[in-house]
């Protein structure tokens, strides 16, 4: 039999649990748990190039916590940035690493998702490569899609006018500045990937700096120690294993993981991201790490949708 002093331990019980749930919710120690870094990485998407259950390539970069640029834009980022419930509202700079359509087929979802978060007039300035034989400028591809006579004209005009400012970035063979205001700096340099105009990024705020490998085969590692150099956080497309274990083809367009170990190092940065992953990389993480702990001593992490970096 359940006596009155059972019954009432047991009450006393529940109402110091529901305080502690109501508190663990409203009071000001957990509001202050994560203070707003001055730089910091929203991964959208980590993998690619093949369907691998993660997005497409695709980060955000947030200011003082505030959304500012989206570097890549590739397939499922749409998603993700719903998931992450950023507010987009001054979100207008977006980089292009190349125009592969693991990196940009998702940038009409983006610029839609933009334009009815604000409605109201948006001017984007976009950066992205030059053209190549079987590439267009990263001017035309907007112009492709959003122009006039372009797949998706009719945002021009759908909640807002939207506009692009867009630049081509050819003949950067060292690195050049951007973009420099209010304290946001973004430089580049031209990457390789095979055919593909490629361009490597960095953007630098308040003391504080990433830069972005995007997919690079090893006539762009020269130039991305270059740019590199000391960052804080280097985020290397690491889609494929040390030789012979990967398709021969994928050696003429991606980095393995021996010569990110190599880079990371011979640059100094201080700690690594793997992302645009495949399926052969999740299933050998303990080789991949090895394999760049022989020459970099640094902190290795490998991306996944919706991780968030603060620096
Ligand atoms: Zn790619």
Redesign the pocket.
Known sequence: MVSLYDRLSYFAGVLLMAVLCVCLETCPARAAQAPVAPLELLVLGSG??GAGGRA??GYVLLLDGTPRILLDA?PGTFVRLGEARLDVRNLNIVLLT?L?A??VGELPGFVKARAVAARSDINFDVFGPGTAPSFPSTRQFIDLMFGQHGAFGYLQDFAGTVTFSTTDLDNISSVKTLYSQDGLEIHAIAGH?RDAPAVIYRVDYKGKNITFSG?IDEHGHAALRQIAKGSNLLVF?A?ILDPPNSPAALYALHTAPVDIGRISATAAVSSLLLS?LSRDIDESRDAVTRSIGRSYQGPVQFAKDGLRIRL
């Open positions: 690619g190039p497409g390539a590739g190349h592969h693991d990196h990937h997919d497309n889609p645009h």
